[in-house]
Every structure is written in structure tokens, then in C-alpha cells.
């Protein structure tokens, strides 16, 4: 479909859900360095989910939050934390090993995201459990899609949520932490701060924003050795290559497939024009497979250089998390190399797919291994 699209209608018009898709890698790039024209106020989804975080607001509201939210995300501080994933990740597979049997997904890829968040943002290990469970609630509160008789619990849910991190806030500024609370609490620019209701709605996107995307892309990087063994075997004898590779499954098979953006103006593009106020989906996984940009586009390739893919979008809202996505699927990729003698995806083990256009992720990965 994205070829077609790329070919025959780079600038498409869905009128039974009544959006327009861009799927060029230039047309997608030049619109979202363009945010003046499309905007982000709006959501970047079909409807106004996300609606108080920064990743819905356009400069100069964008600017400020994103000035005070950054300094807990630059690879320097995300570096220091590689030892306690590297501790989390191979607790996850002492789990896999003494249990017998293993699923990437519900043993590894969906239990390793929420951790990490969880252990950076400074949250004390006897919470951990209920982190868990306000994570999941507050991220099907936010999707909206939960049905009325658990909306009740999702809102309670919520409501820990914010008692829990409001308290944890005021305790920091008394007493400094080396987590990103404390960073968030202590933030200032020019004498500005984050308020209150600012920084529990960061908290709420760092969570639907950065687990499920990085739960896919440990998937999906296990699925593309499976179909590309040769590349499998290449990494095994260049360990050197994995930085490359993660950007490679990013690449190849991108978790966040699309999002929106809204048109302020009628904008023309290839001789058709959008109208104002109109939806408009960015096609990261249709942009990252274009052969405009990207020779054989269609193979995984761990040696490719440059790679300029668009999986963590482009322009002023670029991925925060990018850094911390990068090591936790490094980390896990090498441990898997390591402790793993062999491992491949379970032959009549029955894989299956998340049902959504949106992401691009597993469901279920049986795995058969044997350990090193
Ligand atoms: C923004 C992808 C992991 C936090 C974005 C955007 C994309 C993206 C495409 C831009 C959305 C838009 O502008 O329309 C991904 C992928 C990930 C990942 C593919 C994993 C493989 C994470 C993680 C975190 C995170 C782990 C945090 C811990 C954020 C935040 C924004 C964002 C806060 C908003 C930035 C802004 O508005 O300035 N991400 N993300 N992401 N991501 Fe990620």
C-alpha cells in the first residue's frame, strides 16, 4: 500500500475517515519542519487525545515545556543509567530461564519499558507493582477506547497516579534524588518552572508514549532476524554493528507508523491542495521505506550508513525518549546474543500481530532457546 501511495498518490485524500496521508520522505519531513502550517495543537491523533502534553502544542507553548523538560532526556544523563537496565533486563531473563519457557512479548518486551521508566524516574521499589498498574490504566484512560464500567477504576487510577507523583515532586525538591523527578522538580528557565499539572501530564506522556512504542521495537527486531537469518549471523560476528542495527529496525520496521498533524492554511503539494484545518497523517514507516532515500529499502541492512530515518519523527518534536528507546533496545539485543546458545521464534508457536494501523508491534512471540 505505501508504494502505491508513494507512487501513485503522495498526497492521498481517506474520505471515509475524512484525513489526508503525505508518504514521501521529503513531503513528510518538510511538513513536520513546518509546524507553523501543520500544527500539533490539535493532537496527533484522529481526535484530541494527549490533549495537555507537550507533544500537542505547538512554539512558542512547545518551546518552553520542551526547554524544561530536556535536560532529563539528553544521552549523556540516559547513559548513566545503561548498568541498572543492564540489572533489569537480565533479571527479566533469570525469570525466562528458571521458568523453562519463554514469550518475548509478556516475558521481556512489555515488562522491560515500564520498568526502566519506572527505575528512572526515581519510583521507590515498594511502589513498583502499583506503578505498574496506574501505567496501564492511565495509558487506556488516555487511548479513551476502555468500556464505561472500568472508566470508574482507570479515573481512580489517575487520581494515585497524581497523588503519588505530586507528593514525590515536593519530596525531591526538599530532598534531591538521582532521577528524573528531581530533574523535573528543580527544572528552570529564566526563572519559569514546570507547575504541578504540567509535570504529571509529562509523566502521563512519558508512559503512553514510551512503553508500548519500545515493547514494539524489541518485537520487531526479533521478528526481522527471523526473517533476515543472514543479518541474524552478521551481528553475531560484528558484535561492533549494534548500534547500527538498532537504527535499522527502526527503520525496517517502524513502531510508530504514522501520526497527525492539522492544516492552518490551504496548503499546496504535487498540484493538490490540502484545505485548511484538515487532518494530515505523517507516514513515518512509509517515509523510512522510500526508495527516493533509501537504496534497497525493503532489506534489513545492520551496516547501513547514513540512515537518516524518520522513527523518532524530525524537527522540533523529535522523540525525547530516542536515547533512552536506543540503549534499552541495545542492551537487550546483546543479552539476548549473550546468555542465548540458540534462540529462535517458536515454528508452531503462533505469532500474532497488535490489530492497529497506527503501531507496529507483536502480540505474541513464542520463542524456543536453549542458554549459553
Ligand atoms: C515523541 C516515536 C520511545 C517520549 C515521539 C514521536 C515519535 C516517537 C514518532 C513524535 C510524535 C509527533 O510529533 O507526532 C517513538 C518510538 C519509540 C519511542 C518509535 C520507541 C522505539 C519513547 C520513550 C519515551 C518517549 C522511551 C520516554 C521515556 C516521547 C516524548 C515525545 C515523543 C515525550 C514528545 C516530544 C515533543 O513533543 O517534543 N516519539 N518514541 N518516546 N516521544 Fe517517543
Redesign the pocket.
Known sequence: HYDWLRREHPVYYNERHDFWTLSRYQDVVKA?RTPEIFS?AKG?GLDKRYGLS??AHDPPD?TRL?KLVIKAFTPRQIASYEPQIQAIIDGLLDDVLAKGSFELVEDLAIPL?VTV?AHVLGVDPEYRRDFKRWSDDVVNFTAGNAPAEAREQLRESWKEFCDYFSDMMEARLRDPQDDVVTILAQAQDEGDSLTVIEFLNFCQ??LV??NE??T??ISNGVLAFNEFPEEAERLRRHPELAKHMVEEV?RYD???QL?YRTTTQDIDIHGVTIPEDTKVA?L?GSANRDPEMFDKADRLDITRDPNPHV???AG???????S??RLE?RLTMETLARRMRHLEIDPDGGCERIDTALLRGMQRIPMVFEPA
Open positions: 513536520v500539533s496527533v507537550m507533544i512547545h520542551r519499558p521508566i506522556l512519558l508514549a514510551g512504542t519500545t514494539n521495537l527502526l517502524t513502531p510508530v501520526t505523517l513515518w522513527a523518532f519523527a522540533i518534536h523529535y522523540c525525547l525518549g530516542a533512552l528507546a533496545m
